[in-house]
């Protein structure tokens, strides 16, 4: 079992910039690739950004390319979406969630952390 706790989020005006954190425990953090996904009211859930265990080759959106930073730190089993340039419509509830490396799904999943970007 991976457990996940996230914080950092709150109200931001647009433009401004949030960092969110993800806390692991319980296994092996390199093991396993890390993403951020968000759900806003009414949408589906996407994937904003993931990361390796080995903390290269992150990915992201097309809508957040530029804005979004994700980076980890396996020493203090973290992981981190630094949020810059915010807009109104990155208003969402932010996850992180885990999946063991080489595979697809991803199995383990946070409380989600709330993001408000008033315009």
């Known amino acids: 079992q991976v457990q996940l706790v996230e914080s950092g989020g709150g109200l931001v005006q647009a433009g401004g910039s949030l960092r969110l954190s993800c806390a692991a425990s319980?296994?092996?953090?390199?093991?396993?690739?890390m993403g951020w996904f968000r759900r806003a009211p009414g949408k589906e859930r996407e994937l904003v950004a993931a990361?390796?265990?080995?903390?290269?080759?992150?990915l992201y959106a097309d809508s957040v390319k530029g804005r979004f930073t994700i980076s980890r730190d396996n020493a203090k089993n973290t992981v981190y979406l630094q949020m810059n340039n915010l807009k109104p419509e990155d208003t969402a509830v932010y996850y992180c969630?885990?999946?063991?490396?080489?595979?697809?799904?991803?199995?383990?999943w946070g409380q989600g952390t709330q993001v408000i970007v008033s315009s």
């Open positions: 969630a885990a999946r063991y490396s080489g595979f697809i799904k991803y199995d383990y």
């Open positions: 319980g296994r092996t953090f390199s093991n396993y690739a």
């Open positions: 990361i390796r265990g080995s903390g290269d080759s992150p």
